[in-house]
């Protein structure tokens, strides 16, 4: 099977840190741009962050400073470590692969719609709460 697979995802405290993954199966993610995305009870998706197949790094504003996504070949995952969560970190995570899409395009206010995207994971819940 062709796919991608996003998991991790729990419940937090505030303050918390939670490690998701997206693993690949059917393809090799270092020649893709691995996007993460986001959505919140009631909001529009967002893209938070971007790994690109020649190692650069995008992060939207809401959590730059605070998660770190990375890539390992080893493995063929991508992860996205979250630190310092908020209360306003509570979505259901989707991570995405393209092999056109850039960064900048995935990081994003107004990202594509799932189906634009070469490879779309099925989301993983990330619920911050005391």
């Known amino acids: 099977d062709v796919q991608l697979q996003a998991s991790g995802g729990g419940l937090v405290q505030p303050g918390g840190s939670l490690r998701l993954s997206c693993a690949a199966s059917?393809?090799?993610?270092?020649?893709?741009?691995i996007g993460w995305f986001r959505q919140a009870p009631g909001k529009e998706r967002e893209g938070i962050s971007c790994h690109s197949r020649d190692g650069s790094t995008e992060y939207a504003d809401s959590v730059k400073g605070r998660f770190t996504i990375s890539r390992d070949d080893a493995s063929n995952t991508v992860y996205l470590q979250m630190t310092n969560l908020k209360y306003e970190d509570t979505a259901v995570y989707y991570c995405?692969?393209?092999?056109?899409?850039?960064?900048?395009?995935?990081?994003?206010?107004?990202?594509?719609?799932?189906?634009?995207?070469?490879?779309w994971g099925q989301g993983t819940q990330v619920t911050v709460s005391s």
């Open positions: 059917g393809f090799t993610l270092d020649y893709y741009n």
């Open positions: 995405a692969a393209d092999f056109s899409l850039l960064c900048i395009a995935m990081v994003t206010t107004t990202p594509l719609g799932e189906h634009q995207y070469d490879y």
